[in-house]
DNA sequence: CATTTCGTGACAGAGCACCT
DNA sequence: AGGTGCTCTGTCACGAAATG
């Protein structure tokens, strides 16, 4: 399991199928580390820690148990919260935008200044022909060039419509990658859009029947462990009452 | 025929230059 | 310093064409 700060986007979506329990909840590390001893499958639950370990052998010093209504409660909060390494993908084109900003404006600012000086020759070509006269030829290279300007800006507006429009169908083949039984499925835009509203209360109900299930399970674990310390406990006075007989 | 793709105009926001 | 005008960029909505 990942530390909170690495975190990444399979690790935040939990796994829909435990029903054949041979993939073991991922827990605290504290939790699968604390207990070396075999673990006791049971077929409802799946897997439940050993804490029965009676031989004549010492008590083992068992680790610090999860403690039940903190430990589940910062559980939900962490499975609630986005995680760090999360949000730049959010911010992804922003972020290009921001680190690209002292480019583009620099590029705008030659694309300006060139046009202004294409504008001031032209203009200092104007003051030179008004000097002879303006011509139909000038007339017709202005007209030219304001077509041109105009042409050159009609084609950014569409490649920029273009990459926008790409990044979208991008966005959405990414989600019909995410979504189980809609890859290589022909399926409408609106409709993997509310595919993706059904799976996310799929996947928000399942966490919560999780978190339920390891709550009782924390929680029981501590009645056994209770149950444990008391039977180890009467196998000492037992001893101690056979020795000192 | 429903859906997607594409070009286009309109608009908002940001940045810059210029003016007062 | 603040106002103004201009440009650029990104976004949205619309209609037409293309697609399956």
Redesign the pocket.
């Known amino acids: 399991m990942n530390t909170e700060t690495d975190f990444t986007f399979d690790d935040y979506i939990m796994p829909t199928t435990y029903a054949n329990s041979q993939t073991k909840l991922d827990l605290d590390p504290s939790f699968s580390t604390a207990y070396s001893a075999p673990l006791l499958t049971t077929p409802d639950i799946g897997f439940l820690p050993t804490v029965f370990d009676l031989p004549d052998s010492p008590p083992v010093s068992t680790p610090p148990l999860l403690s039940s209504s903190a430990t589940i409660s910062e559980k939900i909060a962490k499975v609630n919260t986005l995680p760090d390494s999360f949000l730049p993908q959010f911010f992804q084109?922003s972020k290009e935008?921001y680190e690209n900003?002292h480019k583009?404006?620099a590029?705008?600012?030659n694309?300006?200044n060139g046009?202004n000086n294409n504008n001031n020759s032209n203009s200092s070509s104007n003051n030179k022909t008004s000097d002879e006269d303006s011509t139909d030829e000038d007339n017709q290279g202005n007209a030219d060039d304001v077509a041109a300007a105009l042409e050159m800006?009609?084609q950014?507006?569409?490649q920029?419509?273009?990459?926008?429009?790409a990044?979208i169908?991008d966005g959405f083949q990414e989600l019909r990658q995410h979504l189980p039984g809609c890859i290589n499925k022909?399926m409408?835009?609106?409709?993997?859009l509310h595919r993706t509203v059904q799976h996310l209360q799929h996947l928000k109900k399942n966490q919560s029947s999780l978190l339920t299930e390891l709550e009782r399970l924390v929680n029981e674990n501590e009645q056994l462990k209770k149950f444990q310390d008391s039977v180890l406990q009467k196998q000492a006075l037992e001893r101690m009452y056979h020795v000192s007989m």
């Open positions: 084109y935008t900003g583009k404006k590029k705008r600012m694309s300006t046009f800006r009609r950014i507006h569409i920029s419509e273009q990459k926008r429009r990044q169908s022909k409408s835009k609106a409709a993997l």
